[in-house]
């Protein structure tokens, strides 16, 4: 089955949407298959991260805001704001798309893992991500 | 359907080869399905970008080439040249693999997505891809 | 099939485990499909890297070290230890997942390309790896 999960964001940083994934896996029947998750935005990205502590989190988006700064020198592509070429940047290197496997029709998840959608835009907006189960 | 794709680059930097791929997944009359694309080598790597804007693609790669220095004191494995370390790096960063789901015979790519092979050597070379549809 | 591998590390760094892999694909007897390696862990990563050189990947994991430093004051989750918030940016920078195209009963790696278990903690653990191939 292959299914469109709107996401709304509001603004940068990590958004869990693990159940919603869950959920649509039990619904599915299918008993042994592949999840894949497949963000159609090229600044922002998905991911399978802890999603017991916030702060983890919280450092890990710190992190990697100082790692891909705004407003870098290097930059020349920066008539869509000063946060789009560092969201094309942080999409390239944390990923488009997710492969879950799926063991007795549950997503075959660590105890920790959580799965995000990564916003790299200041403003966020309604993204879409393709959810394919096989 | 498994097939061959042969790129053949001359330098650095992303090479755009969506059409090619576009074309094959229509050819192989798969209506859903997974189309996964895996790069045979280690100084190469997949990737989707923005696919509008040649600066974009061009800052990302200068940001890249900025992080992964070359001639790096903190390197042994110099043997086979300047660039060849940085370019395992690079392939560790960005990735082997890309796993794209296949709807209605198309792929499921958000309007500015393209499908990149990120050449990491100076010299560039005959890059092998694997495409595999079901 | 699916099925588990338990890899036990004891420390930082790269463990391959290609051939435990390209195993157990011959044994599935499938002859064409999808090998998915899934680690259920957030302080541990899988990477496709080079395998004939260790000196490759003893400069990739110092790189890494040094990028993703331990006791940077950005963070505040700190209670697991001082190598727990690097090693879920590892992880996030790295990958939880692994396709890998089954072609005539092996996997199509490349001549030079092995997998790995990359552990982030650096007192190792038992890590869980989901293994399907369809």
Same mark, same amino acid.
């Given at each position: %089955?292959?299914?469109?999960?709107?996401?709304?964001?509001?603004?940068?940083?990590?958004?869990? $949407?693990?159940?919603?994934?869950? *959920?649509?896996?039990?619904?599915?029947?299918?008993?042994?298959?592949?999840?894949?998750? $497949?963000?159609?935005?090229?600044?922002?990205?998905?991911?399978?991260?802890?999603?017991? *502590?916030?702060?983890?989190?919280? *450092?890990?988006?710190?992190?990697?805001?100082?790692?891909?700064?705004?407003?870098?020198?290097?930059?020349?592509?920066?008539?869509?704001?000063?946060?789009? %070429?560092?969201?094309?940047?942080?999409?390239?290197?944390?990923?488009?798309?997710?492969?879950?496997?799926?063991? *007795?029709?549950?997503?075959?998840?660590?105890?920790?893992?959580?799965? $995000?959608?990564?916003?790299?835009?200041?403003?966020?907006?309604?993204?879409?991500?393709? %959810?394919?189960?096989?």
């Amino acid at each position: %089955m292959n299914q469109r999960i709107y996401i709304q964001t509001r603004g940068q940083g990590l958004h869990e $949407f693990t159940a919603e994934v869950a *959920d649509r896996v039990r619904q599915s029947g299918i008993e042994e298959g592949l999840c894949t998750l $497949f963000v159609q935005h090229t600044s922002a990205s998905l991911l399978i991260q802890e999603n017991a *502590d916030p702060s983890a989190r919280r *450092d890990l988006e710190n992190w990697l805001n100082r790692l891909v700064a705004e407003n870098d020198p290097l930059y020349t592509h920066t008539l869509e704001g000063a946060d789009d %070429m560092p969201a094309h940047i942080k999409s390239a290197l944390t990923g488009t798309a997710l492969t879950i496997p799926v063991i *007795d029709r549950h997503l075959a998840l660590g105890t920790w893992q959580g799965i $995000f959608l990564w916003e790299h835009r200041r403003r966020g907006g309604r993204r879409s991500v393709v %959810m394919l189960v096989r």
